[in-house]
């Protein structure tokens, strides 16, 4: 993905990856008999820094990274 950087946006800042990992498994409960899934998460596995904007540029004033390492939980049941 090319980001523009500089002034009037004729540069680009360098490019980035960024590694997600998720996993879920469905349970099956005897008493309500309806499946409960449960979903685990984690967005910039590794905690990358890198820059999406260098606060170059017409109308940006302030650099930009993308987000830090964050862990997702979530829980759902069918019905």
Same mark, same amino acid.
């Given at each position: 993905?090319?980001? &523009?950087? +500089?002034?009037?946006?004729? /540069? @680009? !800042?360098?490019?980035?990856?960024?590694?997600?990992?998720?996993?879920? @498994?469905?349970?099956?409960?005897?008493?309500?008999?309806?499946?409960?899934? !449960? &979903?685990?998460?984690?967005?910039?596995?590794?905690?990358? *820094?890198?820059? *999406?904007?260098? /606060?170059? +540029? *017409?109308? !940006?004033?302030?650099?930009?990274? +993308?987000? &830090? &390492?964050?862990?997702? !939980?979530?829980?759902?049941?069918?019905?």
């Amino acid at each position: 993905m090319v980001l &523009r950087s +500089g002034f009037a946006n004729t /540069g @680009h !800042v360098p490019s980035y990856a960024q590694d997600n990992f998720g996993a879920s @498994h469905e349970f099956k409960f005897v008493e309500p008999n309806k499946p409960t899934a !449960v &979903r685990f998460d984690v967005v910039n596995l590794f905690d990358t *820094i890198y820059e *999406i904007r260098d /606060g170059s +540029g *017409i109308g !940006v004033f302030a650099s930009q990274f +993308g987000p &830090r &390492r964050g862990y997702y !939980v979530g829980v759902s049941q069918k019905f």
